[in-house]
Nanobody, 125 residues
């Protein structure tokens, strides 16, 4: 089965930046739509961003538009989430998710087949 691994989380001050990575050994991620989700303690999981299999379509939650950028590097078989101007409200465990069945140019922030274990992002002064 597909096993996703997130990395890049950590502690950062408000206004700082982090770049999260999502990778998988033995699988070509350009066959999968990729979504980034997050969950803070006591809150429901929230869709953050996604990118289609083709890379041609992306979606961002209103709370992160203009600050986060999702991208994929097929040569490195990696999907990134660049997070700039981080706020305390961004503190959460961030999860990468993959799905092979979405249309080539579509993604969403709801349903995915495979999930990583998450990486902690903490934004605090």
């Amino acid at each position: 089965q597909l096993q996703l691994v997130e990395s890049g989380g950590g502690l950062v001050q408000p206004g700082g930046s982090l770049r999260l990575s999502c990778g998988a050994s033995g699988f070509t991620l350009n066959y999968y739509a990729i979504g980034w989700f997050r969950q803070a303690p006591g809150k429901e999981r929230e869709g953050v961003s996604c990118i289609s299999r083709s890379g041609g379509s992306t979606i961002y939650a209103d709370s992160v538009k203009g600050r986060f950028t999702i991208s994929r590097d097929n040569a490195k078989n990696t999907v990134y989430l660049q997070m700039n101007n981080l706020k305390p409200e961004d503190t959460a465990v961030y999860y990468c998710a993959a799905d092979p069945f979405k249309l080539q140019h579509m993604c969403d922030l709801y349903e995915y087949r495979a999930w990583g274990q998450g990486t902690q992002v903490t934004v605090s002064s």
